[in-house]
């Protein structure tokens, strides 16, 4: 008698978990769709090819919008830089896009310096527990500390390794609102409300991270060796590559609170090891303050300008030069 019971007892404790579950990861996808789930759903799958990636952080991801490019260009690009993502992240996305898709014949790949040291970024990158049937997925979440077979046949418990901010975001408004249709498209997203909105302190937690991660002192050599493995898998199946250093607000002080020669020289050594087009926009002068709604990530304004000068750098620089295959 004891021992149905407890049966029962498990399997309506289990059915409730999973039901609850799943509600949970219908409001979670739903809240963070256009910021993350996107990306990865468009790496996995196969059902479209594009000519141009853009990899990177948060500055790429905000910044460069294929609408542009695709007009300008007369190809097919597409944003698969996610904001807060380190060089780990970026090589994930990477590779499930390889696994799935042709090479892209162009990769614009917006480097950063805080690329330069390993942050562990998967660890709260909570959003890829969700796509842990991909053997590629799992692998990388389970260095990251993540308990994988047990997520992926209970995954329920997955929200019981999520941060606090994580967790209220499931049931939070969501308070953005895109400006224009073009706010969001193809990997795209600006949502920044005004410049305004980020003049707040500094140390409370912004509404949703795009990844301004600590400025690091020094190069990790874990780091550099996987910034130069982003660069090989791309290159080794063809595809042509360009280096963009991004604009920031005010980049002359930008450069003095970042030691930023440490990091230029080694993205240019490496750029000149694999005989990779640099395009330097954070020393330029075009990009005033009114085009940035923080010191890092530029507005609409900013985005249009932005999207417009690294298309044309792609014309100069590989499709006209050099006739893309």
């Known amino acids: ?59 790429i991801h905000s910044g460069i919008n294929p609408w542009y490019v695709d007009s300008i260009t007369h190809l097919s690009s597409y944003n698969l830089a996610i904001g807060g993502g380190d060089e780990q992240e970026i090589k994930l996305l990477s590779t499930l896009y390889l696994q799935k898709h042709h090479a892209p014949k162009v990769v614009v790949f917006g480097i950063d310096g805080p690329m330069l040291q390993n942050y562990h970024g998967l660890k709260d ?4 527990l969700y796509f842990l049937n991909n053997d590629t997925v799992a692998g990388y979440m389970k260095k990251n500390g993540f308990p994988t077979t047990i997520i992926k046949y209970f995954p329920f418990i997955k929200y019981s390794f999520f941060d606090e901010y994580n967790r209220i975001s499931i049931v939070s408004k969501n308070i953005y609102t895109p ?15 005004d410049p305004s909105f980020f003049e707040v302190d500094s140390t409370k937690k912004q509404p949703f991270s795009l990844g301004i991660l600590p400025q690091p002192q020094k190069i990790n050599d874990t780091s550099a060796a996987t910034i130069k493995q982003i660069t090989e898998i791309f290159m ?90």
Not at 125 to 128: A, I, K, L, N
């Open 1 to 59: 008698m004891f021992l149905n019971r407890l049966i029962i007892v498990l399997i309506s404790t289990f059915s409730i978990a999973f039901t609850i579950g799943k509600y949970f990861d219908h409001l979670y996808k739903k809240k963070w769709q256009d910021f993350f789930f996107d990306k990865i759903q468009t790496a996995l799958s196969n059902s479209d090819e594009y000519d141009i990636l853009f990899i990177g952080n948060s500055k």
């Open 179 to 193: 400006e224009s249709k073009y706010s969001f498209f193809k990997g795209f997203i600006n949502a920044f409300p």
């Open 236 to 325: 080794k199946k063809g595809t042509r590559m360009i280096f963009l250093f991004l604009p920031g607000k005010n980049n002359t002080l930008h450069d003095k609170i970042n030691d930023k020669s440490i990091f230029d020289s080694f993205f240019l050594s490496v750029a000149a090891e694999y005989k990779i087009p640099v395009m330097r926009l954070d020393t330029s002068s075009v990009y005033l303050p009114k085009y940035f709604a923080d010191n890092f990530h530029v507005n609409m304004s900013g985005s249009k300008l932005l999207s417009i000068d690294v298309s044309n750098f792609i014309l100069e620089n590989i499709t006209q030069n050099k006739k893309l295959p």
């Open 125 to 128: 990158r909570y959003p890829f």
